[in-house]
């Protein structure tokens, strides 16, 4: 099942639905009303929510609505150097344990939104990732703890970890460098039925592949980096995980397009502007 979130038309109110009264990054314009959604056979039909599938019995061609970030988290965790080959052309070192950083949730965009190069640094790079979105409440104390991680789970997104690289080396640790607004780009939809051991992402710049990777080439499964992450901090319903990108990183300017591919979700394109 693809779920979504979706703008509706002006002169409509729906369940489910968010008065967007102020302009925001979440790619959200003043007065807009946020449904969520079922995207199926090219319609998408309206729910209460995407913890909620019960539906208000109205639908729209799906070319009649405006995608929207597909989740609200309250925090965006991601993963660094998850692909060896990844960390070597950057040259680090390749990480014994998940090594793991916040994005804020002001950085979040969706599907079709511009990512915003920002004045103060020389190189933008993209970095296309498989995304999990919690479906409830995880805590626990110890990574080995015998539960269930799918059942904590909604689905799996795309993401693209944008970076001021120059930044990021600059400062060492990762907040400035991934942290600008419009520097989270996810969508378009939220996968239920995902097999993360065989997933495959990639990434392309002007219709030019640059990144391709898949599950079977990550240092830790996604299990397991969920595992590692929820040991630490309460994962909420709606947070998003970045699980990490492949080799093939490379730079930004304004007027690319850049589109992040995951195997059985879609693709989530973002045109890219100056700030």
Not at 28 to 41: C, F, M, P
Not at 136 to 160: H, M, Q
Not at 168 to 193: A, L, N, S
Request: contains cysteine.
């Amino acid at each position: 099942m693809k779920l979504c979130r979706f703008q509706l038309p002006k002169n409509l109110a729906g369940a489910g639905e968010r008065d967007a009264s102020v302009p925001s990054p979440l790619g959200v314009g003043a007065g807009a009303k946020i449904a969520a959604g079922i995207l199926d056979g090219g319609r998408v039909h309206e729910i209460a929510s995407i913890f909620d599938t019960t539906r208000s019995g109205r639908s729209w061609d799906a070319t009649e609505v405006k995608l929207a970030a597909p989740a609200e988290p309250t925090k965006i965790v991601c993963v660094g150097r998850s692909y060896a080959e990844h960390a070597a052309e950057l040259g680090n070192e390749v990480p014994k344990e998940p090594l793991i950083f916040l994005k804020p949730p002001s950085s979040v965009i969706g599907p079709e939104e511009s990512i915003l190069i920002p004045p103060i640094s020389q190189r933008v790079d993209y970095e296309g990732e498989c995304a999990v979105v919690m479906g409830k409440r995880l805590r626990l104390k110890s990574k080995d703890e015998p539960v269930a991680i799918s059942e904590y789970v909604l689905g799996y997104t795309c993401l693209n970890d944008v970076t001021a690289r120059d930044i990021q080396k600059k400062d060492v640790q990762f907040t400035r460098g991934k942290g600008f607004d419009t520097f989270c780009p996810i969508g378009p939809v939220i996968e239920t039925d995902f097999d993360t051991s065989k997933f495959a992402v990639s990434t392309t710049v002007n219709g030019v592949r640059k990144q391709a990777g898949d599950a079977s080439q990550m240092l830790f499964s996604v299990d397991a980096i969920i595992r590692w992450i929820a040991q630490v901090m309460t994962l909420l319903p709606g947070d998003v995980i970045a699980t990490g990108t492949p080799p093939g990183v490379g730079t930004l300017a304004a007027g690319d397009i850049v589109e992040v591919a995951v195997s059985g979700v879609g693709t989530l394109r973002n045109p890219v502007t100056s700030a």
